[in-house]
């Protein structure tokens, strides 16, 4: 199937706001948000259901928010975001939104489910 495509990165100053979205295509329960800071591992920063259960790590608790649009979902195209508020420089990273393609159901912040990638997208904030 085709990978998730983001879209919505870019430069901005510290306590400015950014928002991604994703286009992801496949019949899937689970999808989410990873990013990857300079030297540092992989890691997941918000997960989704299609059944629009969501949950957000701790350290962008209260600033960031996921989402999905269901107007404009399909069984098979599915529209994810992220809202970035009060953005920090240490939130600095390439941003990917991710899939699971082979599971249905069980929780989806379990960063190991995902198979699917997209090509990331860059966000810089400067202090």
């Known amino acids: 199937q085709a990978q998730p495509v983001e879209s919505g990165g870019g430069s901005v100053q510290a306590g400015e706001s950014l928002k991604l979205s994703c286009v992801i295509d496949?019949?899937?329960?689970?999808m989410a948000w990873f990013r990857q800071a300079p030297g540092k591992e992989r890691e997941g920063v918000a997960f989704?259901?299609?059944?629009?259960?969501?949950?957000?790590?701790?350290?962008v608790k209260g600033r960031f928010t996921i989402s999905q649009d269901n107007a404009k979902a399909t069984q098979t195209t599915h529209m994810l975001y992220l809202q970035m508020n009060s953005l920090k420089p240490e939130d600095t990273a390439v941003y990917y939104c991710?899939?699971?393609?082979?599971?249905?159901?069980?929780?989806?912040?379990?960063?190991?489910?995902?198979?699917?990638w997209g090509q990331g997208t860059q966000v810089t904030v400067s202090s």
């Open positions: 991710a899939a699971d393609y082979r599971k249905f159901g069980g929780t989806c912040n379990n960063s190991q489910r995902y198979n699917g």
């Open positions: 496949g019949s899937l329960y689970c």
């Open positions: 989704a259901s299609t059944n629009g259960h969501t949950y957000v790590v701790d350290s």
